[in-house]
């Protein structure tokens, strides 16, 4: 298997002023196709450091994608460092001149001169044309390693690599893609599903785990020659240790399963929220197409707005309080009559970093689903700050809902 590594330039990277969703693209891209991404490597704008991690880079990777650096400014140095590094001076590339300054004249404008800089290429490699912005990029082949360079804007390195880069990777290495499966759970901390999975004995299989609040994912890499059925069978063998906090096999969101399973049966639901303050809707509004199935959500913050809008007893609220397991027991039931839906979801709780007493503290939360024949009721004890806690409870109270579709 090829490796790769990739390299970010810029001092804005270095000094965390812009995140660097490059890298994390390009290693998508790369271990999908085929190669094994040993490192990610950032370094500002310091000719010396970029010279150093260059030559580096040359000599423990089959490829290297840099990105940033490329633009006309004096920091813009990626150029002048692999014509330092690998003694390739820079000289002037008279169809890169004229590609810069036809991006101007398509917007009526008039070239700055200081963007001349970036025509001036490495002698030897080959220009990579950018039809979305000014700089060019290009590639240099040294002893061991093909080394790419495009801009560090993501939206013209993303378009580079498909229009320039991809073509030159196949060229260069016989790509077999590998296999992605991933399996997504909720409601399950990391180190539990460790332990669910236990010792993993597929070692031609890379097991990791991917946090994305709410969910985890566990994503199994197979080698190109893996079988269909070979594939299938690990797949199972690790669903079946997970257990019922697995919502999905390569599938959407847990809001997206859940939409799913209700439109399939022909039937609705609706949402009445007081602590996720609208989470809950507007994860399910994102996916295109939910109006068949979620009919309304409503906010209901105040206890006179739970009372007004859902029907929630007074006595309720002034017997348990807002974050208890009657009103939120109410809240479902009150939505789901008042939308005529077939379940009505509902939360109610303590979101922080206020409000919280000893009996109960931040985090404490109450949720429910009415269903046609019962109500679903489960009190939380969540961690976190005020965001974690009201992502984690919106994406509880979906998860009592698969469960209920699911009989899990």
């Not at 101007?104 to 490495?122: D, I, S, T």
């Not at 030897?124 to 912005?133: A, K, P, Q, Y």
Request: proline letters at 4%; aromatic letters at 6%; glycine letters at 10%.
């Amino acid at each position: 298997m090829p490796t790769a590594e990739i390299l970010s330039q810029g001092d804005e990277v270095v000094t965390g002023q812009v995140a660097d969703t490059n890298a994390a693209w390009l290693s998508t891209r790369l271990t999908d196709l085929g190669f094994s991404v040993m490192r990610h490597t950032s370094v500002g704008d310091r000719l010396d450091d970029l010279c150093d991690v260059l030559s580096a880079a040359a000599t423990r990777a089959d490829v290297c994608i840099g990105t940033g650096g490329l633009g006309p400014t004096q920091d813009d140095l990626t150029a002048e460092a692999v014509a330092q590094t690998f003694d390739r001076p820079l000289q002037f590339d008279p169809e890169a001149m004229n590609r810069i300054e036809g991006h101007y004249r398509r917007f009526g404008r008039e070239m700055p001169e200081v963007n001349r800089k970036q025509a001036w290429l490495p002698t030897g490699s080959h220009r990579l044309d950018n039809l979305w912005g000014t700089a060019p990029g290009f590639s240099i082949q040294t002893d061991r390693a093909v080394m790419m360079f495009v801009p560090g804007v993501p939206r013209e390195m993303r378009k580079m690599f498909d229009h320039a880069v991809l073509p030159l990777l196949r060229e260069h290495f016989d790509l077999k893609r590998t296999r992605l499966v991933t399996l997504k759970t909720t409601g399950i901390g990391e180190s539990n599903l460790q332990e669910r999975i236990g010792a993993f004995a597929y070692d031609d299989v890379t097991l990791s785990f991917r946090t994305h609040l709410p969910e985890n994912h566990i994503k199994l890499r197979f080698a190109p020659e893996a079988s269909a059925a070979y594939i299938e069978r690990v797949t199972h063998d690790i669903a079946d240790r997970i257990g019922s906090p697995l919502f999905g096999i390569d599938s959407g969101t847990l809001a997206e399963v859940v939409g799913e399973a209700v439109q399939a049966r022909g039937e609705t639901l609706a949402t009445a929220e007081s602590c996720t303050g609208g989470r809950i809707a507007s994860m399910f509004t994102a996916i295109p197409g939910s109006s068949a199935w979620f009919t309304e959500g409503a906010v209901t913050y105040a206890n006179q707005a739970k009372t007004r809008v859902l029907g929630v007893e007074t006595s309720a609220l002034e017997k348990h309080g807002a974050v208890s397991e009657s009103v939120a027991r109410q809240m479902a039931v009150g939505i789901r009559t008042r939308a005529d839906t077939t379940y009505g979801l509902a939360t109610t709780g303590i979101a922080g970093p206020g409000g919280g007493t000893e009996e109960k503290p931040v985090g404490t939360v109450h949720i429910a689903v009415a269903t046609p024949t019962d109500v679903l009721h489960r009190r939380l004890s969540l961690g976190g700050d005020r965001t974690r806690i009201q992502t984690l409870s919106a994406a509880a109270v979906i998860d009592t809902l698969r469960r209920h579709l699911q009989n899990r």
